[in-house]
């Protein structure tokens, strides 16, 4: 815990340092508030934002827009990823045609689903699904196939039906992968969202950006910018608990499991 608390604090002096660094270079080098304001104009900014309740209400749109979006194409993504990773015929004709359509910019495609599904909350669930579609189905694939094939076919000769090999040895594996996927997908789901609120919206942060884009307030785009890192740390960080709640028995991405087992061996 005293670790952890050092560690805490080092971040924290650390992100003090280098918003210190920044304000200096401002005011040194003389920078136009409209090329790149101080964080001290960005913290009033956003103190007036908050006062004024001008954040709340975009905030709320825009994250239900990441967690539908999010929902909706990681619900696909799971299902398709798991037909191709049991079907090697799906794959040979279906998996190609997935990565062309993936390899498509989003940004580019952003106008054409706005003018599909109109200015509100379909057109962004569909771009958030799109952009959060692809992590998710890559990690399914390869989690469910990255099974032993010794155990596979162990169950096999004791006479499991494949249901039984999916569930009880498949899925069980691959939920690391699966839960690697799903901390990407949210973030992407969250891209994909403010992408298609900067073409065209009525409410959402990226709308504020652009409105305030439009009057020059550099101060109160990057006040919405921090939201939007905040946001996204925080929709992150609750993947991340599920996945520790869930996988308890799993220790591949703790940090410290490492260094706990070298000290409990004396090492």
């Known amino acids: 815990m005293r670790g952890t608390a050092v560690s805490a604090i080092l971040r924290i002096l650390l992100m003090l340092a280098l918003l210190g660094l920044w304000e200096w270079a401002v005011i040194a080098f003389q920078m136009p508030a409209y090329i790149l304001p101080a964080p001290s104009k960005i913290f009033w900014a956003f103190v007036n934002g908050v006062s004024s309740n001008l954040y709340l209400g975009h905030l709320g749109v825009t994250l239900g827009e990441t967690i539908a979006g999010f929902v909706v194409g990681c619900?696909?993504?799971?299902?398709?990823?798991?037909?191709?990773?049991?079907?090697?015929?799906?794959?040979?004709?279906?998996?190609?045609?997935i990565v062309m359509f993936q390899a498509m910019p989003k940004v580019a495609l952003a106008p054409l689903i706005i003018v599909w599904f109109g200015l509100g909350l379909a057109s962004k669930v569909v771009s958030a699904a799109l952009v959060a579609f692809f992590p998710l189905m890559v990690n399914?694939?390869?989690?469910?196939?990255?099974?032993?094939?010794?155990?596979?076919?162990?169950?096999?000769?004791?006479?499991?039906?494949?249901?039984?090999?999916?569930?009880?040895?498949?899925?069980?594996?691959?939920?690391?992968?699966?839960?690697?996927?799903?901390?990407?997908?949210?973030?992407?789901?969250?891209?994909?969202?403010?992408?298609?609120?900067?073409?065209?919206?009525?409410?959402?942060?990226?709308?504020?950006?652009?409105?305030?884009?439009?009057?020059?307030?550099?101060?109160?785009?990057?006040?919405?910018?921090?939201?939007?890192?905040?946001?996204?740390?925080?929709?992150?960080?609750?993947?991340?608990?599920?996945?520790?709640?869930?996988?308890?028995?799993?220790?591949?991405?703790?940090?410290?499991?490492?260094?706990?087992?070298?000290?409990?061996?004396?090492?």
């Not at 696909?76 to 004709?93: C, K, Q």
């Not at 594996?173 to 900067?198: Q, S």
């Not at 905040?230 to 260094?259: I, K, Q, Y």
């Open 75 to 97: 619900a696909l993504a799971f299902a398709l990823g798991t037909v191709v990773a049991l079907s090697r015929t799906v794959e040979y004709f279906l998996y190609p045609i």
């Open 140 to 267: 399914t694939i390869v989690g469910l196939r990255s099974a032993d094939e010794d155990r596979i076919n162990l169950m096999r000769s004791l006479s499991a039906s494949r249901w039984q090999i999916f569930t009880m040895l498949q899925l069980p594996n691959a939920l690391p992968y699966i839960f690697a996927g799903l901390e990407i997908a949210m973030i992407f789901a969250l891209i994909g969202a403010i992408v298609a609120e900067l073409v065209g919206a009525e409410q959402g942060l990226g709308m504020l950006i652009q409105s305030m884009n439009f009057n020059m307030d550099v101060a109160g785009q990057f006040s919405v910018l921090l939201i939007l890192s905040v946001l996204g740390l925080v929709l992150n960080g609750a993947v991340a608990l599920v996945r520790r709640r869930m996988l308890f028995w799993d220790t591949s991405r703790d940090s410290d499991a490492g260094e706990r087992t070298a000290t409990s061996k004396g090492v």
